[in-house]
């Protein structure tokens, strides 16, 4: 019995042929699930995007977009982890975005602090030139807006996203590293083409050169990776001069398990005291919903369903990660 049986109501976008809302208990988080077929093909994409305010949506507004219907990196926390069905767009992900905004009932011009992230469902650096095209869409739609790519690191070309970070000065970069050795990180991301932390490393300092600005990395701090000698490891590939740190709570991808508690915040918040006193700024993040909604990235539990009954219908792709053990961590991508 899923917990996401409470939509409230139903509706269709430019992109989108059916939009499904859920909305937390908490009362500051949204999820909208968004279905269409392919015209030509009747191939059904599904995707997910997810609305905050915090505390309103005038103060800060902040939208989770998808950039793939499942996502093939196969990461053993995440929800999309086990599929992979195709890339969006860019208007399929620029009208997860509008369609949001417009749910906010407020002006875009108004709200103070606008956030967009590519972080819900797939990976933006294997869809590089339709996520680099959305950027530059919604940064002429929402001028103020700060748009953060999520990145797995896959070992690919970042040409596209570096071009689109320097012409856009507000587009932000993080890394999702999640561990502190590449043997653990290559356990909990299988997919095989992916940069090690050295080169993820290299690839920030190089964006921040490029750039100006500093990257991220986010780490989901859990009971075996947040140790001292995990701190010290990060400490010596990454250069607290030119990265910032995300810590995150981990949020659990099934929907049948506590998803989240007093335990983990105190790790989360145990771990960046450890990160702050090697020299990093840093941040927790630990996002809402994740009881009831799936708020948490990474949880996607409507999407997991639905991956599910496509593949049984041939029409999704086992990942990386397929039938590989879960690990109950992270909010990513
Ligand atoms: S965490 Fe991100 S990169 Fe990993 S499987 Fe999920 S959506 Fe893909």
Redesign the pocket.
């Known amino acids: 019995m899923t917990k996401l049986t409470q939509a409230t109501n139903t509706a269709r976008t430019r992109q989108w042929e059916s939009v499904q809302r859920f909305d937390s208990a908490e009362g500051n988080v949204a999820k909208f699930v968004y279905e269409k077929l392919e015209p030509e093909t009747g191939k059904p994409a599904v995707v997910e995007a997810v609305l905050y305010k915090y505390p309103t949506y005038a103060e800060r507004t902040v939208i989770c977009c998808s950039t793939q219907s499942g996502?093939p990196?196969?990461?053993r926390?995440?929800g999309?982890?086990d599929y992979f069905m195709r890339s969006l767009d860019s208007d399929e992900i620029v009208d997860q975005v509008e369609h949001a905004i417009a749910q906010t009932h407020t002006n875009p011009d108004d709200i103070k602090r606008l956030q967009i992230m590519f972080m819900s469902?797939?990976?933006p650096a294997l869809n590089q030139t339709n996520v680099a095209q959305a950027i530059r869409t919604l940064n002429t739609l929402y001028p103020k807006a700060r748009l953060l790519l999520s990145s797995?690191a896959p070992d690919v070309p970042y040409d596209e996203i570096f071009a689109v970070s320097r012409a856009v000065d507000s587009v932000g970069l993080q890394f999702?590293i999640h561990e502190s050795t590449d043997e653990a990180r290559d356990l909990l991301?299988p997919f095989k083409k992916k940069m090690n932390l050295k080169k993820i490393a290299a690839t920030g300092e190089a964006w921040f050169h490029a750039t100006g600005r500093k990257p991220f990395f986010n780490y989901c701090a859990d009971r075996h990776n947040s140790t001292n000698v995990d701190a010290d490891r990060i400490a010596a590939i990454f250069d607290p001069r030119i990265w910032e740190a995300t810590i995150s709570v981990v949020c659990e991808r099934g929907e049948g398990l506590p998803t989240r508690n007093e335990f983990q915040l105190a790790l989360a918040d145990d771990f960046s005291g450890k990160l702050l006193a090697r020299g990093f700024n840093t941040r927790v993040f630990d996002p809402a919903g994740q009881d009831d909604i799936g708020g948490g990235c990474?949880q996607l539990w409507y999407v997991q369903e639905k991956m599910e009954e496509f593949a049984g219908a041939g029409l999704a792709k086992p990942?990386a990660g397929h039938g590989k053990p879960l690990r109950h961590t992270p909010c990513?991508?």
Do not use: K, P, T, Y
Request: with cysteine; hydrophobic share 35%; glycine share 22%.
């Open positions: 996502c990196m196969g990461c926390f995440c999309a982890g469902m797939g990976e797995s999702s991301i990474g990942s990513s991508a």
